[in-house]
């Protein structure tokens, strides 16, 4: 269509990408004019160590989310499995701690001398336990606290598959453990591809945990260059981790392009089968409580342990009340900011398709796939590069949020625009509405669910973003996220307990009324 | 007579979307009070045409003025919320946001609400429903909210796109008589955008035959049923069916006798044609050396349609009588009814 894109569409939508791109441009630009010495500092073992270290854990941690995800998704969605919804949020909960406080309260439960070897030494003559720091310390809290991406992105699916379909193999002589196998798992292909993308980049990106657990991937090898000023050593590594990650991206999109279609067909009213568990009832339960004993039991337990250690021993005396105030006031920013330009960016996406459109979006697209520290890194030194008043300002950190917050809000956005007719907004102008007041009329006050959905889930990435803050924040700007995590590194335990359950509290809050709003969505 | 006042008058307009032309050189005129059908098969650029004179879309070229003022040419294009039109959408386009109350009053900018709600519901029969949301409506009812919702904005011409098309059919007939009425008592000038003869025939008192982006003909239904211009105007029109025939002076010599010619001296003596024959065009007789015979038979109810094969192994749909005794295989004459007059094309 020849139709005009109207400006307030336009003009955000181009901004948008050039703040996207710009740091990836700058990142690649400052890699390019390294010295030669660097780059025969980067050409040695230990990166060549680093790719091998991230890509390992990457792998790992994806295995071993599938492993617990895809039985939690089946049992959940197509067993009899007693307490079905109980068991669907349990496993959902582990979203709202972030990498870092998992990091945190599984290295002082279960290190050498830790919590559990107090616990168990009073029963048992063990000197130590094994050492949870390092590679399988960041596999069991990355898969720990991932795998509700694929248990959620599973659960979705399965509830699609049309029952007709089972039961059709039901009535062609399969018993129930046949149609999990035959007919269920493969039509969960396409899901288990995106879910294991989606958890292959948070790993990937993952700063909290490998730092605290001390395992050098490319996040914290970037962030210890930035430290002692290797700023292009920064920047090459930082490419590099972007080119990891849009492989992932371009892999998963060529593994599931055939099967995308697949899945079109909507359910309505039909009930689904539901496959009798029988003497494996008592099995299946086991598996969901030990998942939720680890996940959640065991990190509100030793949290809850250092709370009440903290307060009788007086190393909690009062809340601060600065990290609190920040990391709210930074989270409504980015989220006014972040809807302000998704709005827009869904309206040039979905309504005014065009050349300019698509290669937009492709851009922005790219500009996903940036891990946060690449991102961060990229601003600090366009931010260095231009000074005062854009260096170390709250703007700054605002942007990087912005960007790292916007793959987030697009999705529930686009999905309800995509549901309005377009018609509605032709009625309006053709009964006396402007084109911009037709669309804030009519289409805005419709799109409200989506931007409710979107904003919460905004608010919930930013109150528990780590290495945004930690590269982009103002000085002497301390965040719930940056306190517990110095605090962490600093062995200040105790007191690294109020921030990680204020953070948990206001995540679940917001967690809490997003599964209450994808429910209730009028249409 | 007196004559009257030109509504909407639009002038060889074309727009074409990536190289396939939808609507090709149009031109017609509309004046107050009347009811233009546009008629034509799905892809034929009929909704098209509504939305250029809606300024929804822009024409690659041509004029179109609403009451005698220009709206679009290639220096001036008006947007559509300045040209006082109303459109009815083929899925109502209702908010679902607000109330029917809402959703009626949204383009009316007056201070008198009250009266116009009271006024529109009364006239479209949706009283007490002011408070429903659209959801709460079945499907005859959200049209009429949808007719209201244009009305209220009192515009010069209001366009229908396929407005009935959503509804069942044993509602259809109902929703149209109404929307026949509420267009005549509030005396706007409308646009009626449809792929069904019979309701283009019933609402319209000009019908409009579109295929391919153009107009194949423009005039009142009576006459785009009996004088069609092309063969296509005469299939769109109703159940048409050819034989070929031969001309000479007033009549065309068939394989079913002489028939009668509605146009004389359109084509010199000898001209193969094919003539268009309607179900009602004959009278079927049952003969034992009759010519042709009965195939099949439909009983739809109302009317009994035999198909008859005839010599030429060709087979026409025929109209009978409901009380019939017959039968496939019974061998029967056509002959033509007294009045029917052909109209022929060139094959």
Redesign the interface.
């Known amino acids: 269509m020849k139709n005009n894109t109207p400006y307030w569409v336009l003009i955000p939508s181009i901004i948008l990408t050039i703040v996207i791109i710009a740091p990836l441009v700058y990142l690649i630009f400052k890699s390019v004019n390294a010295d030669s010495n660097i780059w025969d500092w980067i050409f040695r073992w230990q990166t060549l160590l680093i790719v091998i270290r991230t890509l390992t854990l990457v792998a790992t941690v994806s295995i071993i989310s599938l492993i617990i995800a895809l039985p939690l998704s089946i049992l959940t969605t197509k067993t009899d499995l007693p307490f079905k919804f109980f068991f669907t949020i349990l496993h959902a909960l582990p979203l709202v701690i972030p990498s870092y406080v998992g990091a945190y309260l599984f290295m002082t439960a279960f290190s050498p001398k830790g919590l559990f070897y107090k616990l168990i030494s009073n029963y048992f003559e063990i000197n130590s336990i094994p050492n949870l720091y390092g590679f399988w310390g960041a596999v069991i809290v990355l898969s720990l606290l991932n795998f509700p991406y694929l248990f959620l992105t599973l659960r979705a699916s399965l509830i699609r598959i049309d029952p007709e379909i089972e039961e059709s193999a039901k009535l062609l002589g399969f018993n129930d453990f046949e149609i999990i196998y035959k007919i269920i798992i493969p039509q969960l292909k396409p899901a288990i591809f995106s879910g294991i993308l989606l958890i292959s980049l948070y790993t990937l990106s993952d700063f909290g945990a490998v730092s605290l657990l001390r395992f050098k991937t490319f996040t914290w090898a970037i962030f210890l260059e930035y430290e002692t000023g290797g700023s292009h050593s920064a920047a090459i590594l930082s490419v590099g981790l972007f080119i990891i990650a849009m492989k992932l991206i371009i892999f998963e999109s060529l593994v599931n392009r055939n099967f995308r279609y697949h899945n079109i067909k909507s359910v309505g009213q039909k009930t689904p089968l539901i496959l009798k568990l029988k003497k494996f009832k008592l099995l299946g339960l086991l598996l969901c409580l030990i998942v939720f004993s680890f996940s959640l039991l065991v990190p509100i337990s030793v949290l809850s342990f250092w709370l009440i250690r903290g307060i009788y021993h007086g190393e909690i005396v009062s809340v601060d009340y600065l990290p609190i105030f920040n990391s709210v006031y930074i989270s409504i920013l980015t989220t006014v900011t972040v809807i302000l330009f998704a709005i827009p960016l869904s309206f040039l996406a979905i309504r005014h398709k065009s050349i300019l459109s698509k290669s937009l979006e492709r851009l922005s697209f790219i500009g996903f796939a940036l891990p946060t520290i690449s991102v961060s890194l990229g601003l600090v030194y366009i931010g260095a590069r231009i000074g005062s008043p854009i260096y170390q300002s709250t703007f700054m950190l605002i942007t990087g949020c912005l960007i790292l917050c916007l793959p987030v809000a697009l999705g529930p956005i686009k999905s309800r625009l995509l549901q309005i007719n377009p018609n509605l907004e032709d009625a309006g102008k053709t009964l006396g509405y402007s084109n911009l007041m037709s669309t804030f009329r009519i289409t805005i006050p419709i799109l409200r669910p989506g931007l409710i959905m979107s904003s919460s889930l905004v608010f919930f990435v930013t109150m528990k973003e780590l290495p945004a803050v930690l590269f982009l924040s103002p000085l002497n700007f301390p965040t719930l996220s940056t306190r517990i995590w110095s605090y962490t590194s600093e062995a200040f335990f105790a007191k690294a307990a109020v921030p990680s359950l204020i953070l948990i509290f206001c995540s679940s809050i917001i967690f809490a009324i997003f599964l209450y709003k994808s429910k209730l969505d009028f249409s | 007579m007196i004559k009257k006042q030109s509504v909407l008058s639009c002038k060889n307009l074309s727009k074409s ?1 990536n190289s396939t032309l939808a609507v090709n050189d149009v031109s017609l005129d509309l004046f107050e009070g009347e009811t233009l059908g546009v008629l034509g098969s799905s892809g034929c650029g009929k909704t098209t045409l509504l939305r250029l004179i ?5 024409p690659d070229q041509g004029e179109i003025k609403i009451s005698n003022s220009i709206v679009q040419n290639p220096q001036t294009n008006i ?4 040209r ?4 009815v ?3 109502y ?1 209702l ?3 607000m109330t029917v109350k809402q959703n009626i009053l ?2 009316h ?1 007056s201070s008198n609400q009250t009266t116009t709600l009271k006024h529109l519901l009364e006239l479209t029969r949706l009283n007490g429903l002011s408070e429903r949301f659209p ?1 709460e409506l079945s499907g005859g009812q959200q049209q009429r909210v949808a007719l209201a ?2 009305l209220a ?1 009192t ?1 010069d011409l209001i ?1 229908m796109d396929e407005p009935l098309s959503n509804l069942d059919a044993s509602l259809r007939k109902n929703v149209r008589n109404e929307i026949n009425e509420i267009l005549v008592s509030s005396k706007t000038a409308c646009i009626f955008v449809t792929h069904d003869k019979e309701e283009a025939f019933t609402i319209s008192d000009r019908v409009a035959v579109m295929d391919e982006g153009k107009i194949d003909q423009l005039d009142p239904p009576d006459k785009i049923y009996f004088w069609p211009e092309t063969k296509n105007v005469a299939i769109l029109g109703g159940t048409c069916e050819f034989i070929p025939g031969i001309i000479s002076n007033k009549i065309v010599s068939t394989v079913l006798g002489d028939l009668p010619l509605r146009k004389s001296g359109e084509f010199t003596n000898g001209t193969k044609v094919s003539v268009a024959t309607r179900p009602t065009d004959f009278e079927i007789t049952v003969s034992p050396t009759g010519m042709c015979m009965v195939v099949d038979k439909k009983f739809t109810g109302d009317e009994n349609i035999f198909s008859i094969q005839l010599p030429t192994n060709e087979i026409l749909q025929c109209k009978h009588k409901i009380h019939t005794s017959l039968f496939a295989g019974l061998k029967v004459n056509l002959t033509a009814n007294t009045h029917t007059k052909f109209n022929t094309f060139l094959p």
Do not use: Y
Request: aromatic share 14%; net charge neutral; proline share 10%.
């Open positions: 979307f809606a300024g929804l879309e822009t947007p559509t919320h300045k006082n039109l109303g459109m959408f083929q899925d386009a908010f679902p946001h949204f383009g900018q959801n919702r244009t904005s515009p366009l």
